[in-house]
């Protein structure tokens, strides 16, 4: 942790069992650690008895306990506190997910925007070639008509050929008859 203070961290789990092996408190330092971990009455006996400041604190301590009343306000004024910072936690927990959920659907709202204006180029661009499809459907259809016309043409030419060749076998007939 990154402090402006210098802070030493003591376990008083550990510092409590530390304790209970050397029977003893060595100095101040180690009384006021004793008080913060230790509950045995033997324990707040031996402090009050070396270091009377301490009996103060703990007759405070007693009588803050025996008041039971006291004692719930207390909790209770401490439980509303942890509540009302639960309340709170909670509903920053879920602002947070509502901007990620709206920053997610914004998002989701543009890439679906571009995908709409990608199928309108694609729709603009189909329309296009229907365009040029039904003017070579036209210009298919034009020469399809064309076509009928020669081959009708065609046919008609060949009916007249035909015609004029039983006409020259008519004639060659006649002439030869005629010799």
Known sequence: MNLLEEYVFVPLDILKEIV?????????LEAWLAFFCMDEPEWILKLSENYP?????YEEIYEMCRNLERVMQMYSKELQE???NTVQYMI???QETIN??????KEQASQLSEKDRELKAQAAKL??????LAAQASQLSQKDEKIEEQAVQLSQ???LIAELQSQIREMQKHLSEQQ
């Not at 990620?100 to 659907?105: T, V």
């Open 100 to 105: 990620q959920k709206n920053n997610e659907i």
């Open 127 to 132: 329309g296009e070639k229907d365009k040029e």
């Open 157 to 159: 030419r060949d009916d």
């Open 53 to 57: 400041q301490f009996r103060e604190m």
């Open 20 to 28: 209970h092996n050397k029977e003893e408190i060595g100095n101040q």
């Open 82 to 84: 942890l509540d009302s």
């Open 92 to 94: 920053d927990e879920m």
